[in-house]
């Protein structure tokens, strides 16, 4: 067991080097032999299973076993029910693809989503995706990180790791470095030993990876890993219940029209199958897996736009969010960090050029003794790894002669208070043969609270650096007698010295701007949250356009004191939140929910969890957040960029619209096909037969369905106002429109039918007028509904502008369904669907029918346009 060795000796055993890490070849041989650090997925199922799943519907089976019924008792009539079988497979097979591209496509962002680990292969540091490290790897931990794999504990800073979801110890777990020698320790007390799924929520340190993928202790448990739950989206639940109020409606009608059917002196199967047919092609079976697909095609468009969806939910709540909380730096601002001006008790504020006094160089080697980042030179390139405030501070060090590689051939060091969002401060020891010192990091009012030498100067210095948009942070030192045993921060981070600041530039992102004021014209407020100093906060905001007139900037401390009441009356007044901690942000986010508002919210640090968690959009940090955040986020940003959350809820919105326009034109034209065959029915008509029927079904409810859902934004989107917590796919119009439109159809295919019986070259055949009626009604009916598909795209505008014709999947979709729907016009085909030549007055009359559906439709949205004015 590991936990009984000393650390040495299992970087020995394992080959590895604690300061080189692995070599490549030995990365290699590593992978060879243990394999990839990933659990082993549960089977998929195969094609042929998908394709079995198909018929699981009770309707298609009791049809499929109908059509066989039905050679079987009368084999004269076998090539009717030959053809339902038929398009019964074609649509599986359709239905198989469906699958499987939208499987594809959360398969992608799954990997997009993956995290990574910080480990030494051969020498260097670098970040790896966590699936591809190997036993004897170096791994850096820090608060916030995801404990890649099981490993052993060689160097604790105060590293405490939270391991309730493998142990259930709902307290963090300080780990240690020294070796355990009691036999048969129980997993919870390995406190040396670091497991794979946990998280570090405290301080630092480095592991040598002992095992991987299904050797670790997570994957020992195989139950719990093993079962693949699929992921059902609100969406899809909602449509699921729509969909089974549909169905029953529809077999209520198709118990009536086979009661009629059969009364009429039709044979019991042939009704039977007719009823059961127009229940299949009538219930929207396809809608869920419509849905799917129109979803992952929005994600993986958002993640080629930077925006990582992690939870298909959040492309449904994306469109509706009416106020985004975001943090300051690295988001609004380009976390390009520069130290332009320095401050010291003795020479007062000063521009940093590269040029400082012995003074100023002892102060920035404080600062840069005082971090984790790293600055390194590969041929022409310059790599930095960690905070981008730190590799600031490390830069301008070693632009004043002071590299961190000649700094620790005299510094060693001891031991460190890690970073933490409430402190607001960072402590470190290093011995050197001046003796032993503390060196604290962190922000200005606080390292000023707890200095002996705190100067008003100092207080009006850091002022002025801040109201300059400067980013500004204080050092001060402490020196000891001896290095102490309790490292608690009110004990260690007072009666200190201070030193100076530093005041770092961080410019605003140039396309946030533009990206704040598109949010503004879309009801969308954007609220600025932030840990820095609130002079900064409101010179960054008002440049950026967030604090306008009559508004307000506030800080933690102000919040503190306001009451429930009183910050219900102010939240919507209030643009910037300034010094705030964790808790102030869910806070924030808790009140902006109370009002009704859909919220977004960014996140970047361990803390932050919670109130990623509380948004109903949590956003993290692709590049400066933790994996801790990222994990809780419902979105990443690849680019840690405001702009890009816009540009999301943006895609958001479009992927909301189409989803729509989806819903709209499936269920109306499912209504007009059932209100077709019920009225026939009713009026004692001849029908449509069970083939035409199901034909219609494949060649509407596919392509044109799928293309809608891949319509281009529509110009304008974001001059909408939010829709609001309450709206659904069915709001804004919807639900009237699938109504009245599914009644349009059927009173035109109907009226198709009827003139039918009066135009083409059988009048005064009473028996091919019927039938002839009865194509112009099939053609009409499957004509109307691709027609209908232009409807569908713009669900109150009207259709007759440039963009109607923009997307090509679209119009190849829609030329594609014509081609196919005509076909049944060729005339080895006429027999197989039981349908009529026609000539060109009948095509006129079904061509006629089908293009009113859109006049018709216009009419109505153009009062509807101009009562909606009114």
């Known amino acids: 067991m590991y936990y009984n060795k000393e650390k040495e000796d299992v970087i020995r055993e394992l080959s590895s080097n604690f300061q080189y890490g692995l070599k490549p070849e030995q990365v290699e041989e590593s992978r060879n032999k243990y394999g990839f650090n990933e659990l082993v997925e549960p089977k998929k199922q195969s094609l042929f299973v998908k394709f079995l799943l198909q018929f699981t519907d009770p309707l298609i089976i009791i049809l499929i076993i109908a059509a066989i019924v039905s050679m079987i008792v009368e084999p004269g009539e076998w090539l009717d029910s030959l053809i339902i079988v038929i398009v019964v497979m074609l649509n599986a097979i359709l239905g198989v693809y469906q699958e499987n591209s939208a499987e594809k496509s959360l398969e992608a962002l799954k990997k997009l989503s993956a995290p990574n680990a910080k480990v030494i292969r051969n020498g260097e540091r670098v970040s790896i995706p966590s699936r591809e490290l190997v036993v004897g790897d170096i791994v850096s931990i820090e608060a916030g990180d995801y404990i890649p794999s099981d490993g052993r504990i060689i160097e604790s800073y105060n590293l405490k790791v939270d391991e309730s979801s493998l142990t259930g110890e709902s307290l963090p777990v300080n780990k240690v470095s020294s070796i355990i020698d009691d036999e048969d320790v129980p997993l919870g007390d390995r406190k040396n030993m670091a497991f794979a799924s946990t998280v570090c929520n405290y301080g630092r340190g480095s592991m040598i990876i002992t095992s991987v993928g299904m050797e670790n202790e997570v994957g020992k448990i195989a139950s719990m890993l093993m079962s693949e739950k699929k992921e059902v989206t609100p969406l899809q639940i909602k449509l699921g219940q729509v969909s089974k109020v549909i169905s029953i409606m529809c077999i209520v009608i198709c118990i009536v029209v086979f009661g009629l059917e059969y009364y009429s002196g039709l044979g019991a199967l042939e009704s039977f199958k007719t009823a059961v047919a127009l229940a299949v092609a009538a219930i929207p079976e396809g809608l869920a897996t419509v849905v799917t697909i129109v979803l992952s095609v929005g994600v993986t468009k958002m993640a080629k736009k930077n925006a990582i969806v992690r939870k298909l939910p959040a492309v449904e709540t994306l469109g509706s969010a009416s106020v985004v909380c975001s943090d300051k730096t690295g988001t609004l601002t380009q976390n390009k960090m520069t130290v332009v001006k320095t401050y010291t008790l003795k020479d007062g504020i000063l521009d940093f050029n590269g040029d400082a006094e012995e003074h100023t160089k002892d102060m920035l080697k404080y600062f840069t003794l005082c971090s984790d980042a790293e600055v390194k030179q590969k041929g022409n390139e310059t790599i930095t790894i960690g905070d981008p405030t730190e590799v600031a501070m490390v830069e301008a060090s070693i632009k004043v002669g002071d590299t961190k590689e000649k700094l620790f051939r005299k510094y060693t060091r001891e031991n460190e208070i890690a970073f933490d969002s409430k402190r607001k401060m960072m402590t470190v020891f290093y011995s050197s043969e001046d003796g032993i010192y503390s060196y604290t990091k962190g922000a200005p009012d606080v390292i000023l609270s707890r200095s002996v030498n705190k100067t008003d100067e100092a207080l009006k210095a850091n002022e002025e650096m801040a109201s300059n948009a400067l980013r500004v942070l204080a050092v001060a030192i402490r020196k000891w007698d001896k290095m102490p045993t309790l490292l608690e921060s009110d004990e260690i981070e007072r009666d200190m010295t201070f030193i100076g600041l530093v005041g770092m530039i961080d410019p605003p992102r140039e396309e946030v701007k533009g990206a704040i004021e598109e949010a503004k014209i879309g009801g969308i407020k954007t609220v600025m949250i932030t840990g820095d100093h609130i002079t900064t906060a409101i010179a960054i905001a008002k440049h950026l356009g967030i604090l306008n007139e009559g508004e307000k900037a506030i800080t933690g401390n102000d919040l503190n004191e306001m009451d429930d009441e009183t910050f219900e009356k102010e ?18 986010v808790n009140m902006w929910q109370r009002k009704g508002k859909v919220v977004a919210m960014t996140g970047d640090g361990v803390n932050d969890a919670p109130s990623l968690k509380q948004a109903d959009i949590g956003i993290g ?171 569908s795209k713009f669900i109150h505008k009207s259709i007759f502008r440039a963009q109607t014709f923009e997307n090509k999947w679209f119009n190849g979709a829609i030329l594609i369904s014509a081609l196919v729907m005509a076909a049944v016009e060729i005339p080895f085909l006429t027999k197989i669907f039981d349908v009529t030549e026609l000539d060109g007055m009948q095509w006129l009359v079904v061509i006629v029918a089908g293009f009113l559906m859109i006049i018709i439709v216009e009419i109505v949205k153009f009062f509807e346009r101009k009562a909606a004015r009114k």
């Open 571 to 588: 939240v919507e007044n209030i643009s910037v939140y300034a010094r705030v901690a964790p808790e102030h942000k869910v806070r924030v």
């Open 621 to 791: 940090m692709g590049i400066t957040g933790t994996e801790v955040s990222k994990g809780a986020a419902d979105m990443v940003l690849a680019d840690d960029n405001f702009a890009t959350i816009v540009e999301a809820i943006k895609q958001g919105r479009k992927v909301f619209a189409n989803i729509q326009k989806a819903i709209l034109y499936l269920m109306s034209c499912n209504v007009g096909e059932v209100l077709t065959v019920f009225m026939m029915t009713m009026l004692g008509w001849d029908i449509l037969m069970p083939v035409q029927l199901l034909w219609i079904n494949l060649v509407t409810d596919t392509l044109p369905a799928i293309a809608l859902g891949v319509e281009p934004v529509e110009p304008g989107i974001m001059k909408n106002k939010p829709r609001g917590r309450k709206s659904n796919f069915f709001s804004g119009g919807v639900a009237s429109s699938i109504i009245y439109q599914g009644i349009l159809e059927g009173i035109l295919v109907l009226g198709a039918y009827q003139l039918g019986l009066h135009v083409g070259p059988h009048v005064g055949n009473t028996a091919m007028q019927h039938a002839d009626a009865l194509t112009m009604s099939f053609l009409t009916l499957g004509l109307i509904q691709l027609f209908h598909a232009f409807n």
